[in-house]
Every structure is written in structure tokens, then in C-alpha cells.
């Protein structure tokens, strides 16, 4: 079975700073994929950004960045130049091509402050 | 394109009672997940279905079971609430698994 685990359940950054939330996972899968998820406060699930791996580069999305290291099994998310609507919860998940699901750490709660 | 959609969005019911949850996924999407959302528990598998099969089932009892249809929409039921069923069911869908799952709003569940 796989695990995903953050460790922080609650960060807080001031606007315009950078900040990096910790994922790591526990799997025996060879053929995996990962995922960054924000849900905002009582609103919607939105992906942040994938990361799959058996690429080594680590997957961008405009001020959302990834650390992937495989080896040690640790996907960590880095946001730059946060922004208040940025606030929300964050969750890391796995998925694994055989398994045909999620599975999702518990999340992080993202305060961004003026 | 048009997003997962849920219906309903809210819903209160007695324990003992059963529900019957809706989920559209976007167009060409043929996979669909179903997740639990709770405070203590966090996000929980329920299950996923493909061109009308189920591929993989969470840890959960029988009550809770599912279906989609050939126009990929799916449902899913649970039978005899009990209170601490009540959560945030979310709906998600993709081309399969291995892609991007998005998610729509969610169902709010309440027993009372």
C-alpha cells in the first residue's frame, strides 16, 4: 500500500515571499505519478501541478515548482512570490498506473498574509 | 469545456435513510473517481470506474456502492446512513487514472 505524508499541517508565509511544502511518499511501485492539489476555502479542488516519475526534471508551472527526488521519495512543492489567493488547503497525492486511484496526504494549511 | 459538475450540492438526511449522489464528468473523461472528504480522515478513496466498470474500491463498507453509466456520468448510493457519514463527497474525472483527475465541487453530505 502506498502513504503520502506532510508533515506540516500548517504553514504561513507573507505576500511576495517563497515558501515549500514538504511531501514525501512510501511505495514499492516502479511506474508512479504525482500530484499537487490546492483547495481554497470552501471552494474547489484545482490541480497545482504533475510530476511523473520517470522524468527527472522537475515539473514548473509559472510560480509553482517541484522537488523531485526519487530516491529518497520526497516531492516537495515550492511556491514563489506568494500571493494571498494562494491561501488554501494543499494536498500532495500519489497515483500509481496499476492502481486506478489517489491517495492523498493529509494536507497543509497555506496562510498567506499582506 | 465544461467542468465535473455535482448534483446535489447539499444535502441533509436521517440516519437510516439512503442517498443517491450524481457526478458529470467532462466531456471525453471515461474515468471516474469518487473520493470521501473529512475532517479527521482527510481525503479517502471510495472508488473509480472506467467505461462502466469498477477497477478499484476503497476501503468501505457495502453501503456504499456505485455506477456509471455508457455516457460516463456515475452515481453513487449509500444505503442505511449512519452519522458519521456525513463529509464532502468529490466527484473527479480524467482520460484515465494516469492523467490528471479534476475535481468538481463536491456534495455536502449531512446525517442528522
Same mark, same amino acid.
Given at each position: ?37 490546492? +483547495? ?7 490541480? #497545482?501541478?504533475? *510530476?511523473? @516519475?520517470? /522524468?527527472? +526534471? ?7 515548482? #517541484?522537488?523531485? *527526488?526519487? @530516491?529518497? /521519495? ?41 | ?112
Amino acid at each position: 500500500a502506498q502513504t503520502v505524508t506532510q508533515s506540516q499541517p500548517e504553514m504561513s508565509v507573507q505576500e511576495a515571499e517563497t515558501v515549500t511544502l514538504s511531501c514525501t511518499y512510501d511505495t514499492s511501485e516502479s511506474n508512479y505519478y504525482l500530484f499537487w492539489y490546492k +483547495q481554497p476555502p470552501s471552494r474547489q479542488m484545482i490541480l #497545482v501541478i504533475r *510530476q511523473e @516519475a520517470y /522524468k527527472q +526534471q522537475n515539473a514548473t508551472e509559472n510560480r509553482f515548482s #517541484v522537488n523531485f *527526488q526519487k @530516491a529518497a /521519495k520526497s516531492f516537495s512543492l515550492k511556491i514563489s512570490d506568494s500571493q494571498l489567493g494562494d491561501t488554501a488547503m494543499y494536498f500532495c497525492a500519489f497515483g500509481a498506473n496499476s492502481g486506478y486511484a489517489l491517495n492523498f496526504g493529509k494536507g497543509t494549511s497555506l496562510l498567506v498574509t499582506p | 469545456k465544461a467542468g465535473v459538475t455535482q448534483t446535489p450540492r447539499y444535502l441533509i438526511k436521517t440516519r437510516g435513510q439512503q442517498v443517491t449522489l450524481s457526478c458529470s464528468p467532462i466531456s471525453g473523461h471515461r474515468s471516474v473517481s469518487w473520493y470521501q472528504q473529512t475532517p479527521g480522515q482527510g481525503l479517502q478513496f471510495l472508488f473509480e470506474y472506467f467505461s462502466e466498470t469498477q477497477r478499484n474500491k476503497g476501503n468501505f463498507p457495502g453501503r456504499f456502492s456505485g455506477r456509471q453509466f455508457s455516457n460516463s456520468r456515475s452515481e453513487m448510493n449509500v444505503s442505511t446512513l449512519e452519522l458519521g457519514d456525513s463529509a464532502l463527497y468529490l466527484c473527479a474525472s480524467s482520460l484515465d487514472t494516469s492523467y490528471e483527475q479534476y475535481f468538481g465541487p463536491g456534495t455536502r453530505l449531512t446525517v442528522t
